[in-house]
Every structure is written in structure tokens, then in C-alpha cells.
């Protein structure tokens, strides 16, 4: 269950930064991928925040962005704020409950494909703070298959915790949340309860496959 975070923490002592790709995301989101790691080398185009006006969003202007431009796509949100280079959305930010707890979290931040809004964050985060100061914390988690968090720290976050792997499901070459694959749901479908959940998925054939874990961050 460790394999790709002890081969991502291997990098990380020698000097490396590991990025691990999944099958499904350069199948199905290939350029989303390529405009990642063409931001990571600072191949992308450049357009600096003070260029840019900064707006609330609709959901549904925040959802179909972060479907283009996100890897993980887009989730629900309370507050959602954009910028705009001559009347172009080019960077979107949400906020919300957390999932985990009773605070708030910054759920999404991405830039338009191909382009990297320089200092773009650190706007979208200022306007919400700004508009919002009865959210005292803001948490927020870095996926290790693709970040070190450097991003959270320029803002001013603060590392707390590193959360252990998790894991997803292959089914029909496709990945599967975990949460949709829980044993009391496989039971009602007429799973052997006397089974485990991991027992149940094996003899569907659907095997696991698991990520690097997160880094929680806190503001």
C-alpha cells in the first residue's frame, strides 16, 4: 500500500521530485496532464494577477472550468471566485465546508490549460479572506503524486499532518472511488457479509490500486 509513496519519499531525499501518473488520467485527461507538466518546467504562458480582475463565479462557471482544467474535476463549493484577463476566465479557486471536519477548506485552485497566472493564488485567496473574515482556518490537502506544497507554503499555509495512502478500485479499466465499493454497500448488492470488503472486490476481479497519501495544510 506504500509502494508509490516510499518510492516518492525516495526521490525527495536524493533530490528528485516523482511525479506518478495514472493510466486512466493520461487516457481521459491527457491534456490536462501535458499542461501540468508543462507548468511544473515553466513552459506554459505567463500572465501576471495584477492583468487580471478578480470576480465570484457561478457554480456552474466554476464547474465547467475545473472539468477542463483540473485533474480531479470539479467538486460542490460554497464560494467560488475566478479571474479574468480581458473579460477570459484564466484561474478559479473554491471554498467550502470540509469534508473531514466542522471548519472550511480551499477545495480547488487551477489555472486555464497551457497557461500559468503568476501569483494568481495568492489573489483569489486574498479577495476570499478579505470577504470572508469569520473563516479563521482554512485547511487544505496536496496530493504527493503530483505536489511537494510548495504552492500552500508561498501563501502561508502551514504543513500539520501527512495522511496515509488511499486507494481506489479497478473496475471494467476504470478507477473507482473507494466510497462507492464500501462493505455494507457491497452487501446490500449481495456481497458474502461474513467477507471483508478487499475479499469481496478480489473475487470480482476489480483490484486496488493506491496513491501517495496527502499533504494536509492549514491557514
Not at 515553466?42 to 483540473?70: G, K
Not at 463549493?77 to 476566465?89: M, T, V
Request: net charge neutral.
Amino acid at each position: 500500500s506504500k509502494y508509490h509513496l516510499e518510492k516518492t519519499e525516495a526521490c525527495e531525499a536524493a533530490g528528485y521530485r516523482l511525479i506518478h501518473i495514472f493510466e486512466d488520467e493520461w487516457r481521459d485527461k491527457r491534456p490536462i496532464v501535458e499542461s501540468r507538466l508543462r507548468g511544473i518546467l515553466s513552459m506554459n504562458d505567463r500572465i501576471y494577477a495584477r492583468e487580471t480582475e478578480c470576480r465570484e463565479v457561478s457554480y456552474e462557471e466554476s464547474r465547467e472550468f475545473l472539468e477542463e482544467n483540473h485533474i480531479q474535476g470539479s467538486c460542490m463549493s460554497k464560494w467560488r471566485y475566478g479571474l479574468f484577463y480581458h473579460d477570459q476566465l484564466v484561474a478559479v479557486m473554491t471554498f467550502g465546508k470540509s469534508r473531514f471536519d466542522d471548519g472550511f477548506e480551499l477545495l480547488r485552485f487551477c489555472n486555464k490549460l497551457n497557461t500559468n497566472v503568476v501569483g494568481g493564488a495568492g489573489k483569489l485567496l486574498a479577495r476570499f479572506r478579505a470577504d470572508h473574515p469569520e473563516v479563521e482556518k482554512l485547511v487544505s490537502y496536496a496530493d504527493r503524486r503530483w505536489s511537494a506544497g510548495d504552492l500552500y507554503e508561498k501563501l502561508g499555509f502551514k504543513l500539520v499532518q501527512k495522511t496515509d495512502p488511499s486507494y481506489f478500485y479497478i473496475v471494467n479499466h476504470e478507477r473507482k472511488s473507494r466510497l462507492q465499493f464500501q462493505k455494507h454497500k457491497l452487501v446490500a448488492e449481495g456481497a458474502d457479509p461474513s467477507l471483508s470488503e478487499h475479499e469481496i472486490m478480489r473475487q470480482k476481479k476489480c483490484p486496488r490500486i493506491y496513491d501517495c497519501g496527502t499533504l494536509k495544510y492549514e491557514l
